[in-house]
T-cell receptor, first 112, second 118 residues
Framework: DAKTTQPPSMDCAEGRAANLPCNHS???????VYWYRQIHSQGPQYIIH???NNETNEMASLIITEDRKSSTLILPHATLRDTAVYYC?????????????FGKGTSLLVTP | GAVVSQHPSWVICKSGTSVKIECRSL??????MFWYRQFPKQSLMLMAT?????????EQGVEKDKFLINHASLTLSTLTVTSAHPEDSSFYIC??????????????FGDGTRLSIL
């Protein structure tokens, strides 16, 4: 799996958009970008994933650059409950039997 | 849909005892389940991949005789920490792969089991 690089920590004011970057310059053509988050003492929670097109769901938006070497997860209106560690993971598609490998992620702190 | 239940959520026991953790897929069949371990302030580390009806595949450095994994049915995998010692204290998390459920998520995670060995 391609390696990802994320900033170790970020702050965001409540109600503002949180933009979390991820570099994955060695991504292969068949690898997807997945985002999970882990709130303290809980299991990881799926947020969104994409291959090359931008994606949006009820939780977030995922913007993938045209060369696919980086992406940004956007939480449009961050709340205090969005404080968590966010993991960007690159891996082959959802039907693969391979495990997700978690890096260090970005610790997002949403402040009042 | 695609809920994974882990039990117990926390356990405290004496050094030398064995502890069993259960991971159940509640509304789907999981041919593959994964076990992770997470130490404080660290990321999740994959311990093993468990396929229903066959032996688990362990990651390098994980003792298979220490961490016994059984995946006897399509909805249940168990992790037994044998002769647990304080260094085994950690947060253990399981996940399951939902096959044929229309899920676009590669893995669904349980809420973890916090194990403390005294």
């Amino acid at each position: 799996d391609a390696k990802t690089t994320q900033p170790p920590s970020m702050d965001c004011a409540e109600g503002r958009a949180a933009n979390l970057p991820c570099n994955h310059s060695t991504i292969s053509g068949n690898e997807y970008v997945y985002w999970y988050r882990q709130i303290h003492s809980q299991g990881p929670q799926y947020i969104i994933h994409g291959l090359k097109n931008n994606e949006t769901n009820e939780m977030a938006s995922l913007i993938i650059t045209e060369d696919r070497k980086s992406s940004t997860l956007i939480l449009p209106h961050a709340t205090l409950r969005d404080t968590a560690v966010y993991y960007c993971i690159v891996r082959v598609g959802p039907n693969s039997g391979y495990a997700l490998n978690f890096g260090k992620g970005t610790s997002l702190l949403v402040t009042p | 849909g695609a809920v994974v239940s882990q039990h117990p959520s926390w356990v405290i026991c004496k050094s030398g005892t064995s502890v069993k953790i259960e991971c159940r897929s509640l509304d789907f069949q999981a041919t593959t389940m994964f076990w992770y371990r997470q130490f404080p302030k660290q990321s999740l580390m994959l311990m093993a991949t468990s396929n229903e009806g066959s032996k688990a595949t362990y990651e390098q450095g994980v003792e298979k005789d220490k961490f016994l994994i059984n995946h006897a049915s399509l909805t249940l995998s168990t992790l037994t920490v044998t002769s647990a010692h304080p260094e085994d204290s950690s947060f253990y998390i399981c996940s399951a792969r939902a096959v044929g459920q229309g899920s676009n998520q590669p893995q669904h995670f349980g809420d973890g089991t916090r194990l403390s060995i005294l």
